[in-house]
């Protein structure tokens, strides 16, 4: 099986340089006011990297208008960050698939490894099993993937469907873009969970 997330510094710094070129196509298009967009990230404090994690990872690239009286905030996709979850979006798909499987990782050795507690997993599957397949997003996604992806196995039949090449960093990489749609505002209210 290919379920290890190659959590070293260069597969973060490849991911940062996407949510780099996410962030600049969000900040060409401007604020829908005409005003302009400056830089206004957000301090995080990610869990489940890895000692490995580079500095870039302790904020999330956001922009806000300069225009008074709007000021609105632009926040763009990310392949990093999964709405406003603690945990890095690559971790929250990797756990809740090793949940399932053929042979699924107790939650004992998935805390161990990722230092996430027994109710932050069972959280993140319910997020995979009752709220993302409800998401507009994966009404639409879901049939771009070929093979279809089971419901029922998600987000290990996600793995399946995006891992099967030899390069993990790549596989990884593309699914996370694939993702990314559901880590702003407006589809999935993912900071509620
Ligand atoms: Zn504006």
């Known amino acids: 099986?290919?379920?290890d997330l190659p959590r070293d510094a260069s597969f973060w710094l490849v991911l940062f340089s996407i949510d780099q070129d996410l962030a600049k196509s969000a900040r060409q298009k401007a604020c829908p006011c005409g005003g302009r967009l400056h830089c206004a990230n957000y301090p995080r404090k990610p869990?489940?990297?890895?000692?490995?994690?580079?500095e870039e990872y302790g904020y999330r690239l956001s922009f806000c208008c300069d225009r008074d009286?709007?000021?609105?905030?632009?926040?763009?996709p990310s392949v990093r960050f999964l709405g406003r979850k603690v945990y890095l979006g690559a971790?929250?798909?990797?756990v809740?698939?090793?949940?399932?499987?053929?042979?699924?990782?107790?939650?004992?050795?998935?805390?161990?490894?990722?230092?996430a507690d027994r109710r932050t997993i069972a959280r993140w599957r319910v997020f995979w099993d009752e709220y993302f397949p409800q998401t507009a997003f994966w009404k639409v996604a879901r049939a771009r993937l070929v093979p279809t992806v089971e419901i029922a196995l998600?987000?290990?039949?996600?793995?399946?469907?995006?891992?099967r090449g030899d390069d993990p960093h790549e596989g990884w990489k593309r699914l996370l873009q694939f993702l990314s749609p559901i880590t702003i505002a407006g589809?999935?209210?993912i900071e509620l969970l």
Not at 47 to 54: A, S, W
Not at 69 to 76: D, L
Not at 91 to 94: F, K, Q
Not at 96 to 115: I, N, T
């Open 1 to 3: 099986m290919y379920h």
């Open 47 to 54: 869990r489940g990297g890895g000692k490995d994690l580079p």
């Open 69 to 76: 009286g709007c000021r609105k905030r632009v926040t763009p």
């Open 91 to 94: 971790v929250i798909v990797l």
């Open 96 to 115: 809740a698939a090793m949940r399932h499987g053929p042979s699924p990782r107790r939650v004992a050795e998935l805390s161990r490894l990722f230092g």
């Open 154 to 163: 998600l987000p290990l039949s996600l793995l399946d469907a995006f891992l």
């Open 187 to 189: 589809d999935v209210k």
